[in-house]
Nanobody, 120 residues
């Protein structure tokens, strides 16, 4: 069973920065997704086991996904936060494939989610 433990969410003001962490119980292709109130869950960023990275179009250079292989931890660094970034952020692991993906259904395991709230 893959375990994912997220941390780093919280309250921020517009323009602030936050970094989310996701510690996994092994090495997987990892993704970050988010779900705002009343909206569907959407893709944010992903990084494959080989280090290939993809981002959602809305990121526009404000978010950066990185990983620490030794710690099996993936990070989502977010800068210049805006109120529309308010959401529950989830990390996910793709255990069935090494390929990076933006598709929710390609991910097999999910973290519990961490709330990010950005005020104007």
């Amino acid at each position: 069973q893959v375990q994912l433990v997220e941390s780093g969410g919280g309250l921020a003001q517009a323009g602030d920065s936050l970094t989310l962490s996701c510690a996994a119980s092994g090495r997987y292709t990892m993704g970050w997704f988010r779900q705002a109130p009343g909206k569907e869950r959407e893709f944010v960023a992903a990084i494959s086991r080989s280090g290939i990275i993809i981002y959602a179009d809305f990121v526009e250079g404000r978010f950066s996904i990185t990983k620490d292989i030794d710690k099996n931890t993936v990070y989502l660094q977010m800068i210049t936060l805006i109120p529309d970034d308010t959401a529950v952020y989830y990390c996910a692991a793709r255990a069935s494939s090494w390929y990076v993906s933006s598709t929710i259904s390609d991910y097999d395991y999910w973290g519990q989610g961490t709330q990010v709230t950005v005020s104007s």
